[in-house]
């Protein structure tokens, strides 16, 4: 993947970033990527902590996770948004979610931050929203960061080419969107069950019908994982097939949401 | 109007396929399993199976083998995606008459169109 790391090269001058983040795995993924880019990066592993160093540190941007310890990142945006008022300096917040939901959202703009990325973090994602709350910041030609991200919207579901399967009828299209959301759970719990017993026929079938449903709703990255879960069944590759399963089991939680937002069911909530 | 039973366990598939194959004016039975399919063969008569080829309880490929031991040479698409399907049904193409094979992902009209051609098919091969 060559094209998102365009949009994360600085073109005028490195970031000094603070990464306001409590799980390890998570930090050290966006570190990685941010400090390949050359970026330094600054880390706080709860809210106190963030508001803290954006108190003593001159931030170009703050990603800041909306869970955390002590202080969550809502809390945390709120007080550095109070700190900054009246001093004229105001760092970009990009908000980081694991529910991309509208509410979630809505909670990131009203504490103060400037856009939300949501997880599991993606090269593209993380630099086409840095890209996006930096004024005046370049972007690359070749990935716009905002092609990039609708390019990875596409990616979870091609609501076009959903639409197209249903000939625009909403009501089959929501009976779908119904089925999926029934369906998907029992099928993820039949491939965890089937990783811890070892039993491959059983991952094997409850992939495969999972990537039939993915497919045939255009969850374009769901599908594909379902189907690497269904190779890795045949082959037997047990420990492969667990960090497939992870990765399958993220995705269809997305195509879930995009669903819900697409179908409109989340209006009816 | 011709009948066709659609077995798949995924629900989304055949709500779309039930979608397409009656806009276009058909009867379409469904299973989840090959064991329900079974049970409603015993009642009601297809003119057409559209089979999946990995079933919960048996591969789509076994299903029609016993299907044919049992004496019934209902026509049969088989939908696959899996190569080793494909290969299931290369073998099984040669033992077993009147299979045909699918690839998915296939839209629900493309899927009616190959319905329809498979029961033109049969509806000539009867009149000869």
């Not at chain 1, 050359?38 to 540190?57: F, S, Y």
């Not at chain 1, 004024?135 to 990616?155: K, W």
């Amino acid at each position: 993947m060559t094209g998102p790391g365009g949009s994360g090269v600085a073109p005028g001058r490195r970031l000094r970033i603070l990464l306001a983040e409590d799980n390890p795995v998570n930090e050290r993924v966006a570190r990685t990527l941010l400090e390949k880019q050359g970026h330094t990066v600054l880390v706080a592993h709860n809210g106190r902590e963030a508001l803290a160093v954006a108190e003593r540190e001159q931030l170009d941007v703050i990603l800041m996770d909306v869970q955390m310890p002590e202080m969550d990142g809502f809390a945390a945006t709120a007080a550095i948004r109070e700190m900054e008022a009246g001093t004229g300096r105001r760092v970009p917040i990009v908000g980081v979610t694991a529910h991309a939901t509208p509410r979630d959202r809505r909670l990131c703009l009203a504490a103060g931050m400037d856009t939300y990325l949501s997880k599991p973090i993606r090269p593209g994602m993380l630099f086409a929203a840095i890209d996006e709350v930096i004024p005046g910041r370049e972007r690359a030609p070749a990935a716009p960061p905002p092609a990039d991200r609708s390019l990875a919207a596409v990616e979870v579901l091609d609501e076009a080419g959903l639409l197209a399967v249903v000939s625009g009828h909403r009501d089959l299209l929501r009976e779908l969107a119904e089925l999926f959301l029934e369906d998907s759970p029992q099928r993820l719990l039949e491939i965890r069950k089937a990783l811890d017993s070892g039993n491959f026929a059983a991952l094997q079938r409850a992939a495969h019908t999972l990537k039939g449903s993915t497919s045939s709703l255009c969850g374009k990255r769901a599908a594909e994982l379902a189907l690497r879960l269904e190779e890795l069944a045949d082959t037997r590759d047990l420990p492969a097939a667990r960090l497939s399963y992870s990765a399958l089991a993220d995705e269809v939680g997305k195509l879930q949401r995009a669903l819900v937002l697409l179908a409109g069911m989340n209006d009816s909530r | 109007m011709s009948t066709i039973l659609v077995l798949d366990d995924d629900r989304i598939f055949r709500r779309l396929v039930v979608e397409a194959l009656e806009q276009r004016g058909h009867r379409v039975l469904q299973a989840g399993r090959a064991a329900e399919a079974d049970l409603l063969l015993e009642e009601e008569h297809a003119d057409l199976l559209l089979v999946d080829g990995l079933l919960p309880d048996i591969t789509g490929v076994q299903w029609i083998e016993k299907l044919r031991e049992r004496g019934r040479q209902t026509r049969v698409l088989l939908i696959t995606s899996f190569w080793k399907s494909m290969r299931d049904f290369t073998i099984a193409a040669r033992k077993l008459g009147s299979i045909e094979m699918v690839r998915k992902p296939v839209e629900a009209d493309e899927l009616a169109n190959r319905v329809e051609a498979a029961l033109d098919v049969r509806g000539r091969s009867r009149r000869t």
